[in-house]
């Protein structure tokens, strides 16, 4: 039986992202231009700045994962695209490069949730790893610079929203912690390398549990690491007769490197064991097969090492390639909503803030 082909195309945030993967598994290409090194003086994504760069990126990628997949573009089925949630400017696009290559072939054109291509990501082929068997209903976490969900996958596009956070998404915590440490963005890879040479347990940093809920918060610790960071600071004011630099919130060099270390290490440990119990709870009480692990944050290694250690049921997390954003996980989710007859019309707009409500279930 011939494979089907669907183009995947991601431009939701600062990584160009275009893939052609087979069936929803095999990837056959997957392109990714990360903006990072333009956006690091900023500290964050600057947006004018992303879809700019998105615009100068997409033609040559487009052109690249073509190539790489070794297929033509009268093979391919369809052309999955990111659609929302994500900066607007950005999402525009892909969106209307999907457009001019689905109106131009004559195939159907696929709107994807950014999010649903994060939990598809576990569904893609790793080469030396036998093929994982997802079981319904299985629970994924969903843990991004935007994002952190907790859903019940019940079945293909079929999910449940079970908690989330209601302040900051963990890849967010990670972000600003870094800044408040004088770390560089993004705050995540930045945190794990400062804290694999720090003591996890130098700082005892508050968990919110939330009890009775399946959600999450991190902007008390956030503050919790802010208000430790200015602690120390200012007792080394006292100790230097008042002459320590004054902490702003992108410079916390003052501190001696192994402190910063050690906070990073505490921060990290505490978020990791809030996702991983909260987690864990949830896989219990919901009796699922399995779990999966996705998002950028999922890169993290102490995250994958404990969820490995502590879940009562297998874990699945995609290799750290496809942990951050690309183009074939969306190609995958859009291979899904194609076989499901869920194409979208040549109409598709960008929603920035796509409800999860429309994701859902949808
Ligand atoms: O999924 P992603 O690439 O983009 C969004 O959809 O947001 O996630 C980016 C986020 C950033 O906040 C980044 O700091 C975080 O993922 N991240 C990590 C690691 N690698 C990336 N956080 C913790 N540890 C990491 N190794
Ligand atoms: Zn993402």
Redesign the pocket.
Known sequence: MESTLVLGIET??D?TGVAVVADGHEILSNQVASQIDLHRRYGGVFPEVASRQHILAVLPMLREAMSEAGVSWGDLDAVGVTYGPGLAGSLLVGVNAAKGIAWSLGVPLVGVN?LEG?IYSSWLDVPGMPERTHEFPFLALLV????TELVLVEGHLRYRRLGGTIDDAA??A??KVARVLGLEY????A??EAAAKGDPKAYRFPRSWLPGTYDFSFSGLKTAVLRQVQRLEARAGVENGGNARRLTSTNATALPEQTMMDLAASFQDAVVDVLVEKTRRAAIELGVRHVCVC???S???A?RKAMLERMPVPVFMPPLSL???NGAMIAAAGYYRLTAGRTSGLDLDVVANLPLSAFYGQ
């Open positions: 939701s945030c990584e950014h994060h991004s610079g935007g994002h890849g967010e990670f972000d993004p705050g995540g890879p945190i794990q998002g950028g944050v890169a993290n290694d995250l942990c951050t954003d």
